[in-house]
């Protein structure tokens, strides 16, 4: 019952005509590559009410003017980098200066926005009134800027500074280098963050107040996430080892008498550097008030499930969710064919599922259609980001959904 009052609230939708021209986008058919959109797909709906209806969906993601991250992450292919895209373009054309970041190695923003984003550098999204930046982190560029600020951080040089050469023979392979690389590809991830915490922090890009993040597939997501911790108990551990070795080696130097002073600097403070920039990116993952990770899924039973177990590890990890874009969702239609009837009934059930699950029926659920093109280039993300995000208060409850 409460699925079928969802899937006739995605029915409620607009002209596709009529949403591109109040969006100024008169040519959008011609921008997407391939005719309508939606065209008929949708029941007619004024603008009017259109504009009612999202005034309460989209009020609270884009209220307050403090920075605010939103990381997009789900199952591979779900349409995570569209919503991103989408979300990152309304954010900038409700005033927001927004950066939207790519940490997934296999980088699609540009092709979600049809514009060249690659390089691994901060680059202006054209066709937007507000800034709004992208970034696809390049792993491999990133990895050389972090050992280029380190450099050459063997132990072998560790142990030399601290006037333990003769030692250094045994553990001289191991450097910066192959712990960075031990953990791979989490690393390429945490670098990322790591480095859009640079960005942020940076007085050039204060103004920004949306910075929105397309993630990884699940898998590497969590990676993301645990990472910080254990970079944290490592560099923790070897900050000790360290610091055993200087007391070690103070006890050598009285004995034998030797008079080389031991060097506490160098190394260490790389390391704490590191840790510092690890607390903080967890910390900002963890932050209730600025960070939200919205889980994006469509309606198949595997796709629910894996949002499910998402939810489940964020949970534990104490990182912030409250909504559950739901993409792809076949829309209304007067005729179905029986292809498209079967599919409807899987999706209600589906639906009825998300209900259920105690993981997913607290959250926020924002109803994303399926479009009938590719969603490519601002004006199409424009008009995803205004079919999806309307509705978006009256489902957040189930009793929004059974009253509606
Ligand atoms: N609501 C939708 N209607 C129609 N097409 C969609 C919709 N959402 C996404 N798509 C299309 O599905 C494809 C995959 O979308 P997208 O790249 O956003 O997914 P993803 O989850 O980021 O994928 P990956 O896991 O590979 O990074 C794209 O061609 C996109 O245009």
Redesign the pocket.
């Known amino acids: 019952m409460a699925a079928s009052l969802l899937l006739n609230r995605v029915s409620r939708s607009v002209s596709l005509q009529r949403v591109g021209g109040a969006l100024g986008f008169s040519s959008l058919d011609a921008q997407i590559h391939g005719g309508r959109i939606s065209g008929t797909l949708f029941r007619e709906r004024s603008l009017a009410t259109l504009a009612e209806g999202g005034a309460s969906c989209f009020d609270e993601m884009v209220s307050a003017n403090q920075r605010k991250y939103y990381l997009l992450g789900?199952?591979?292919?779900?349409?995570?980098?569209?919503?991103?895209?989408s979300l990152a373009v309304k954010f900038a054309s409700h005033g927001h200066p927004t950066i939207v970041v790519s940490t997934?190695p296999?980088h699609?923003l540009s092709?979600?926005f049809s514009q060249d984003l690659s390089g691994g550098v901060l680059k202006p999204v054209q066709g937007v009134d507000s800034p709004l930046l992208a970034l696809e982190i390049t792993p491999e560029k990133m990895k050389e800027e972090i050992k280029s600020q380190a450099g050459d951080k063997s132990v072998k040089n560790m142990m030399d500074s601290m006037g333990l050469g003769m030692f250094a023979g045994e553990l001289g392979d191991l450097n910066l280098e192959d712990m960075l690389n031990a953990a791979s590809p989490g690393i390429d991830e945490i670098a990322a963050i790591s480095k859009v915490l640079q960005f942020v922090e940076s007085p050039e890009y204060s103004r920004f107040t949306r910075i929105v993040f397309?993630t990884?597939?699940t898998g590497h997501t969590l990676r993301l996430l645990s990472l910080p911790d254990f970079y944290d108990s490592s560099i923790s551990k070897i900050t000790k080892l360290k610091k055993k070795i200087t007391a070690a080696a103070s006890a050598f130097t009285s004995v034998f008498g030797k008079k080389k002073e031991i060097q506490e600097q160098g190394p260490s403070n790389e390391l704490d550097q590191l840790k510092e920039r690890m607390e903080k990116v967890r910390n900002v993952f963890r932050d209730v008030d600025t960070t939200e990770f919205v889980i994006?899924t469509i309606p198949t039973v595997m796709a629910i499930n894996e949002s499910s177990r998402l939810h489940a590890s964020l949970r534990k990890e104490n990182v912030p969710v409250h909504r559950l874009i739901v993409?792809?969702?076949l829309p209304h239609s007067e005729s179905d064919c029986k292809f498209c009837s079967v599919r409807r009934k899987e999706q209600t059930r589906v639906l009825g599922l998300i209900q259920k699950d105690t993981e997913l029926s607290g959250l926020k659920l924002v109803q994303?259609?399926?479009?009938?093109?590719?969603?490519?280039g601002v004006p199409a993300l424009k008009f995803?980001g205004t079919c999806?995000y309307f509705f978006l208060e009256s489902y957040h409850t189930k009793e929004g959904c059974t009253t509606a």
């Open positions: 789900g199952k591979g292919g779900v349409g995570k980098t569209s919503c991103a895209a997934d296999a699609s092709d979600s397309d990884a597939p994006v993409n792809q969702l994303s259609p399926l479009l009938d093109a590719e969603i490519r995803m999806s």
